[in-house]
């Protein structure tokens, strides 16, 4: 605690919180961007979550956590703004081994559940259910030639208890089964890019991807996608960036990455990759 308190006058953090008059909190963020000396600002959720722009703030500190995604990504977003010029870091603080990560833990499952079902535009149903499912749900027996295992072999990755190395192995060999090239980079000196796949197209161009893995438990945010965007050689035509991650990708991520012409594979591709 004396650490902290330390730490705390030396930093001199200015506070937002909705106590303060209009004109108080209009100079609270004035002093925070102009002061080169003032470089840390303590909001409030409820007060800094909407209606700020910090793109002069590039990292993102929870502590005293609101147990609502939604509203923390809108509070996280105050630094994801048009013209930030760095990658935003967050960094969520839970007490190890007490219900708070019990809370964390549900809120995540939970989470994936809503950006597979709902963030989606469209759900690939022969991805998630078998014929006799799809059948069912009409109350038919499908026809025999239709029937098939409860999990096909595009679905039996067990993403969980594959290591980084191992995940970057199995994508490559799911790009190789469809005609690719794929070299590996060497882990120390790839700058960010895990793997290289190249074919011919139709008309004999020939297409370069570049593919990052991310074998994360949790979304990818937009600075992993960044992070690719800012490793991929520009003067190589036909080059497309790649970036795997099965547990999927936040919207300000998929927002980034559809602007540059990044192309992003969550588990729904790789099921496909794998299947067809």
């Not at 969980?160 to 199995?170: A, I, K, N, V, W």
Request: charged share 25%.
């Amino acid at each position: 605690m004396r650490a902290i308190t330390s730490a705390l006058e030396l930093l001199q953090p200015l506070v937002y919180t909705g106590d303060l008059l209009p004109s108080q909190k209009d100079a609270t963020i004035r002093e925070f961007k102009e002061n080169q000396a003032r470089k840390v600002l303590v909001l409030s959720v409820r007060a800094g979550g909407q209606g700020l722009n910090l793109q002069e703030a590039s990292y993102v500190f929870h502590f005293d956590r609101w147990w609502n995604p939604a509203i923390e990504h809108q509070a996280e977003d105050r630094s994801h703004r048009l013209g930030q010029t760095f990658p935003v870091n967050v960094y969520k603080y839970t007490c190890e081994d007490t219900i708070e990560e019990k809370i964390d833990q549900i809120l995540r499952e939970k989470q994936l559940l809503f950006d597979e079902l709902v963030d989606d535009v469209s759900i690939d149903l022969k991805s998630k259910l078998t014929s006799e499912e799809l059948f069912g749900l009409f109350g038919l027996t499908p026809p025999e030639r239709a029937k098939s295992s409860r999990r096909s072999a595009g679905t039996a990755a067990n993403y969980s208890e594959m290591s980084g190395l191992e995940f970057e192995d199995y994508v490559k060999r799911l790009l190789e089964r469809k005609g690719w090239r794929v070299q590996s980079t060497p882990p120390t000196r790839d700058g960010g890019i895990d793997l290289i796949a190249q074919r011919d197209d139709d008309v004999g161009v020939q297409v370069s991807l570049y593919v990052q893995c991310k074998n994360h438990s949790s979304p990818v945010g937009v600075d992993a996608v960044r992070e690719l965007n800012g490793s991929l050689p520009r003067q190589l035509a036909g080059a497309r960036g790649v970036l795997v991650c099965p547990s999927g990708f936040s919207a300000d991520a998929i927002a980034f990455g559809k602007e540059r012409g990044l192309i992003l594979w969550d588990r729904h591709h790789l099921f496909e990759l794998s299947s067809a």
